[in-house]
C-alpha cells in the first residue's frame, strides 16, 4: 500500500517539507502524472517504509489504514496455485503474503525506491516473489495471462486516466478474473487532509475531477492525486468488460487509533475514506 494523503488544504506547511513551490487542480496528462509520481515515490520510499512499514508489516495484507486485512474478509477467494498480479506493490508485503500461501505473485511498480524496499524485505523474511519496475497503464504481460489482480492503494489513485486503466488490468486478465482495489473514498476528495474536527467541513465539489497537482518552481509537477467520483468508478469497470460485486466501505475500528493523513477515528466514524472495488471479469 503506498498511498500518501497529502495537505491538500495546507500549502505553507507542506512546501515547508517538500521542493513544493504551488499547488493546483488541473487537468494531466498521464505521461507527466506517471513521470511526477515515480520521481516522488523513489524520493519517498525510505520515510514511507519507516512511518508505516510496522502497520503493514514484512509479510501481511492489509488493504488500507483502517486495518482491514484479506485474512478475514477473504475478497479475493482462495489464492493457492493462482497467478496474481499485485498492482503498485511498494514494498511488496501484500505479495509476500499472498505467496506465503501457495499464489504465484508478480508484484509491479512504477517506484525503483519501493521495489529496493521490497528485495530487502524478500531478504529479511526469506520470501521472495518477482519484481518489475512498470507502470501501471503498461503492465509487462502478455493478454490473459492472471488469475487475479489487487492493489491496495498503489497506483489507482494517482492515474487520471482510470478507464485506461481498468481496460489495461482487464487485457490481462483470463475470463472469470477478479480484480479488487483499494482507494480513496471519492467522498473523501471534498474534505480537507486531517483527520480531526478540522477535516469534517467539505471545501471542494465532489464533482470537479481536476487533479490535485504539486508543482516545483519551474512549474513541473511533482506530485499528481486524481479524483474519480463512484460513478465514474463504475463506469471504468463496466466500460472494460467487469461486472462489480461488492463494494466495500469499512467502518473505523474500535480500539484504533492511529493516525494516517486524513484517516483517522474523528472522521472514520463518520463517514469512510477508503472504498474497496470487488469485481470479476465475466467467464
Known sequence: MTQKPRLRTCLTAWCAVADVSSIGYTAVDPVAASRANRRHWDADADAYQAEHGDFLGD???VWC???VREAEVGLLGDVTGRTVLEIGCGAAQCAR???ARGAHVLGIDV?????RHARELAARTGITVPLAQADALHLPLADGRVDLACSAF???P???DGAALMREVARVLRPGGRWVFAANHPTSWCFPDDPGEAGLTIMRSYFDRDAY???DANGVPLYVEAHHTLGDRVRHLAAAGFVLTDLVEPEWPAGHERLWGRWGPVRGRLFPSTAIFVSVRPG
Not at 111 to 115: E, M, V
Open 158 to 160: 494517482f492515474i487520471p
Open 97 to 99: 503474503w499472498l505467496a
Open 154 to 156: 498503489g497506483a489507482v
Open 65 to 67: 489504514p483502517e486495518g
Open 59 to 61: 509479510s501481511d495484507f
Open 111 to 115: 517506484s525503483a525506491g519501493q521495489l
Open 213 to 215: 497537482v504539486e508543482y
